[in-house]
């Protein structure tokens, strides 16, 4: 019988990965992915429960994808964060749900399928501990072809205060080096990647535990010799951005000049409240050091706004920061109370309207500050990665190394040669359009 899935997949590109490694054991044991929920006889949804809003985005996927039960779909099964972290409260809430798995199960997939067709009527629940780990190099890409995520760790033990991931994730686990190798070997010489964006909760602390040393920039130095012409490294903790790591960015020319480092605030209140182990001197320093060593670095951030006790001196050395620095890209959040987490104990929370209010002015702040870096770009010509067409605009889409795929901003471009997805050109910046560029391929 050929069996379809289908996966919804939330969250991070972490999540992503287990998404991935979960596909790969399915198709391997002869199931049939799909990527329509419509034509699934078994739907997935793995999710995120880093934030309240993540909490509620899962929850409504899940109550979404349970309508296709009436239709084709006889199982729904729920995997990662979520029930990891309430597995008991959602095995009595969603009996919609045929089985639940926690984030060190995902090896299991394909036992808790083949249970569910042999033994009807059965509801399955894994919960696992922790700091449970069933690695797999194992992928089934969901990204195109052109790039892929490399996972190089587990878990996180920096143990912020406002942070729910060590609770559900565990404590930081590194990947042996020679297995990384040979999974990044495999995308790019089997699927065809170009472009490996390392990722873990915090990818420079790789290594410390198994190797006894911060081995990242080995690690790096391994990944360069493979024939892949972008490394991305994303989620780099400010405290362990070393000179040698600033160094490798600026002159590997495997390594794109991009660097993303949370760095959650500048008050040092605030951040000693956080339990981050930098304070607003530290960052300012380490800002002006990348752009000392290189200032075609393009720095990506980001804060959250409203953590508790933030008073207005508080906010506005943070607004002081993003409107004098000028990250080329920043998130912001407003403080989501979890619990289990120390900050959620403490006193001085904020209102919803000071946080919502404090969180348009740093947006505001920072569309000026990449609005005018967009402007600096014009006359300027990039070598950027195709990825597609937006209809709307009548134009192609494409990347450069200064922008991470789904999170950063676009450059639209026009064309008189062909051109193939996945494939680098030469762009020349002839517009803006508010924060993304507009350009022209060179042939």
Known sequence: MDIKIGVVSLGCDKNRVDTENMLAYLSEAGYTITPSAEDADIIIVNTCAFIESAKEEAINTIFEMSEYKNAKCRYLIVTGCLPQRYMDELSEAMPEVDAFLGTGSYDKIVDVVNKLYNESGMKIALKNDKDERNFTSKRYLTTPYHYAYLKIAEGCSNHC???????????????????????????????????????????????????????????????????????????????????????????????????????????????????????????????????????????????????????????????????????????????????????????GHIPARVKNKRLKELYAIQN???????????????????????????????????????????????????????????????????IDLIGEVIE
């Open 161 to 347: 205060t406002y942070c729910a991931i060590p609770s559900i994730r565990g404590k930081f686990t590194s990947r042996e080096k020679s297995v990384l190798i040979d999974e990044a070997k495999s995308l790019v010489y089997d699927y065809g990647v170009k472009e490996l964006n390392i990722v873990a909760q915090d990818v420079t602390k790789y290594g410390k535990d198994i190797y006894g040393r911060y081995a990242l920039i080995e690690l790096i130095e391994e990944l360069s010799k493979i024939d892949v012409s972008w490394i991305r490294l994303l989620y780099c903790y400010p405290e362990l951005v070393s000179d040698e790591l600033i160094k490798t960015v600026s002159q590997n020319d495997k390594v794109v000049k991009y660097l993303d480092i949370p760095l959650q605030h500048t008050s040092d209140k605030i951040l000693k409240l956080m339990n981050r182990r930098v304070d607003g001197s530290e960052i300012r320093k380490l800002i002006t050091k990348i752009r000392e060593e290189d200032k075609d670095i393009s720095i990506r951030s980001t804060f959250i706004v409203g953590f508790p006790n933030e008073s207005e001196e508080d906010f506005a050395d943070l607004k002081s920061f993003v409107n004098e620095y000028e990250l080329d890209k920043c998130g912001f959040f407003a403080y989501s109370k979890e619990e289990g987490t120390a900050a959620a104990r403490m006193k």
């Open 368 to 434: 000026k500050v990449m609005r005018k870096k967009a402007l600096d770009k014009v006359g300027k010509t990039l070598k950027v990665l195709y990825e597609g067409i937006d209809y709307d605009k009548g134009l192609f889409i494409a990347r450069s190394e200064f922008d991470a795929p789904d999170i950063d901003t676009n450059i639209y471009m026009r064309s008189e040669i062909p051109l193939n997805i996945g494939d680098f050109y030469n762009v020349k910046i002839v517009d803006t359009d508010n």
